[in-house]
C-alpha cells in the first residue's frame, strides 16, 4: 500500500541562536515600554491627578457640568455627594467624582 501513500518523515528541528534573547531584543522591549509610558501612562495619571484636585477643590455655589452632561450650580457639599440646582426649585444629588469640569461664574444663569 505505500505505492499510493508516501511515506512522513519527520524535518529536524531548527537550530536555536546561542544564547537565548539578544541584548537588541532586550532593548526593543524597554524601547516599547518607554513609548507606552509616555504616551498612554503618564498623561492618564496627570490627567486623573488634576481631576481630583478639582474634586476636592469643589465648594458652595461653584457651577458645574457632571458627566452626564447637566449644569447647575452646587448647593450643598458633603463628602461624597454634592446637591446641584439645575432649574429653579430642581435640586438634585450627585456622586463628587460625577463633576468633569468647573464652569466660569455666570454660565448657570446665561
Known amino acids: 500500500m505505500s505505492f499510493f501513500i508516501s511515506d512522513a518523515w519527520a524535518e529536524a528541528a531548527p537550530a536555536v541562536a546561542p544564547g537565548g534573547l539578544k541584548m537588541m531584543d532586550l532593548g526593543m522591549f524597554v524601547l516599547i515600554f518607554i513609548v507606552f509610558y509616555f504616551m ?23 457651577e458645574v457640568v457632571t458627566s452626564g452632561g447637566l449644569l447647575g450650580k ?37
Open 40 to 62: 498612554l501612562i503618564r498623561p492618564q495619571m496627570k490627567r486623573a491627578k488634576e481631576h481630583k484636585k478639582l474634586i476636592e477643590a469643589l465648594a458652595k455655589n461653584d
Open 74 to 110: 452646587i448647593t450643598r457639599v458633603d463628602e461624597s455627594f454634592i446637591a446641584i440646582e439645575i432649574a429653579s426649585g430642581v435640586e438634585i444629588k450627585v456622586q463628587r467624582s460625577a463633576v468633569t469640569s468647573v464652569v466660569p461664574k455666570g454660565t448657570y444663569k446665561s
